[in-house]
């Protein structure tokens, strides 16, 4: 089964700071990396997304940096907010195919403390 | 908006009872999706389905089943619950065209005694 590791699985950051969720994946064949948000009681909702032809996408107070070489690539949450506090779920998916090859990471729980 | 709505949020079963998740979307989207969510494990597919009457396996679709006879609505099957089963279930939808986004529901958790 393709892989995609993700770290730390929980992460605690004080309000204003920089967040950092990293993961990685074997397969050099992924094409398409998207990053999920998931707050409690509530189903994931996609955040953010990346094609490993940019090596970074920024929308707002998040962004995603690409590494193709080393097969990384991270979620930073830049001036981190209580309402960021929710888990976090890598992906990645292979070319030709939709979500059904979708592979997950494990998920990150961040909390921001005040 | 989207929505995926999932019939129950919280279920409770006796091991060997069948157990049916109902998951309807509003938007007329060509793909259903079951998912499970266990911690430290992610979300792992179990069954998916791109059309009325067609389905496809996951990645664990061992001890499930799935029916979807209207496009709307995709339903889990466990036809004779085990503990093992006890977990976070999510429904999701998408459009069929290459990485449209998941639109999930909230979820049931199901426990099995």
């Known amino acids: 089964q393709q892989q995609v590791k993700q770290s730390p699985q929980s992460l605690i950051v004080q309000k204003g700071g920089i967040s950092i969720i990293n993961c990685a994946y074997e397969?050099?064949?992924?094409?398409?990396f998207p990053w999920y948000q998931q707050f409690p009681g509530k189903g994931p909702a996609l955040l953010i997304a990346?094609?490993?032809?940019?090596s970074e996408k920024k929308e707002g107070r998040f962004t995603i940096s690409f590494n193709k070489s080393a097969k990384q690539f991270s979620l930073h949450i830049m001036d981190s907010q209580p309402g960021d506090s929710a888990t976090y779920f890598c992906?990645?998916?292979?070319?030709?195919?939709?979500?059904?090859?979708?592979?997950f990471g494990t998920g990150t729980r961040l909390t921001i403390i005040p | 908006d989207v929505k995926v709505t999932q019939s129950s949020r919280y279920l409770v079963k006796r091991t060997g009872e069948k157990v049916f998740l109902e998951c309807v979307q509003d938007?007329?989207?060509?793909?259903m999706f079951w998912y499970r969510q266990d911690p430290g494990l992610g979300l792992r597919l179990i069954y998916f389905?791109?059309?009325?009457?067609?389905?496809e396996k996951g990645d664990i679709p061992e001890g499930y089943s799935v029916s979807r006879e209207k496009k709307e609505r995709f339903s889990l099957i466990l036809e004779s619950a085990s503990t093992n089963q006890t977990s976070m279930y999510l429904c999701?939808?998408?459009?069929?065209?290459?990485?449209?986004?998941?639109?999930f529901g909230n979820g049931t958790r199901l426990t099995v005694t």
């Open positions: 999701a939808s998408s459009l069929l065209s290459g990485n449209s986004p998941l639109h």
């Open positions: 397969n050099t064949a992924f094409d398409y």
């Open positions: 990346i094609r490993p032809d940019v």
């Open positions: 992906a990645a998916s292979l070319p030709g195919f939709g979500n059904e090859k979708l592979t």
């Open positions: 938007m007329d989207h060509e793909n």
């Open positions: 389905s791109y059309d009325v009457k067609m389905k």
